[in-house]
């Protein structure tokens, strides 16, 4: 039988393990973002906020939900011209940009190559612009890289997927306009 102590003991080790599984399972390993997983778990908690009915502190609960889309412009390039680790070095210095700019509330995720995703807490469309704007700006002053975004806002859509789908349709529209640009789902031709 095992005494108190190695219990704790191995309590403490079993601990260690599962944050270690939790950030295999929900983490982008050279990001440091998350991945598609762990954004779909942590955006669905907040929308189940959206969505409850009759909240009993209705003071405290989260209104709406901003969406950034952003695709580093021309990254096939840059891994073309310069190579895969310069590549990595790019996204990982776009990461912590990002992440210097936003709450530790927010989402970040590296959704796939070099499209990061950013779910703002509480954000409507136009904070979810000058928050996409913002890091634009200040990824190419410090990078040298440009980014291009779509963006929107839950209250405004309803669904999730479909918020998902205008923000990349505003993301293309920006790719299409010149890149370096962030659009709003608002500013869509309908």
Same mark, same amino acid.
């Given at each position: ?9 191995? @309590? +403490?080790? %079993?601990?260690?393990? #599962?944050?270690?599984?939790?950030? *295999?399972?929900?983490?982008?390993? $050279?990001? &440091? ?28 609960? @989260? +209104?709406? %939900?901003?969406?950034? #889309?952003?695709?580093?412009?021309? *990254?096939?390039?840059?891994?073309? $011209?310069? &190579? ?107």
């Amino acid at each position: 039988m095992a005494t108190k102590k190695e219990l704790e003991k191995e @309590i +403490k080790k %079993l601990k260690r393990e #599962i944050k270690k599984l939790f950030l *295999f399972a929900y983490k982008d390993e $050279l990001t &440091g973002l998350f991945n598609r997983r762990g954004f779909k778990e942590e955006v669905s908690r907040f929308l189940g906020e959206l969505q409850r009915k009759n909240e009993k502190r209705k003071s405290v609960s @989260i +209104k709406d %939900l901003g969406l950034i #889309i952003f695709d580093i412009d021309d *990254f096939k390039k840059i891994n073309d $011209l310069y &190579g895969h680790q310069y590549g990595d070095k790019i996204l990982k210095k776009v990461a912590s940009i990002i992440k210097s700019q936003i709450r530790k509330i927010d989402i970040p995720a590296r959704w796939g190559g070099e499209e990061i995703v950013i779910a703002l807490i509480g954000a409507d469309e136009e904070d979810s612009y000058q928050v996409a704007e913002r890091i634009r700006k200040l990824v190419k002053e410090k990078t040298k890289v440009t980014l291009s975004g779509g963006v929107g806002s839950f209250k405004k859509i309803g669904n999730f997927e479909k918020l998902f789908e205008l923000c990349d349709k505003a993301l293309y529209q920006a790719k299409k306009k010149g890149k370096d640009k962030v659009i709003k789902i608002s500013q869509l031709k309908k």
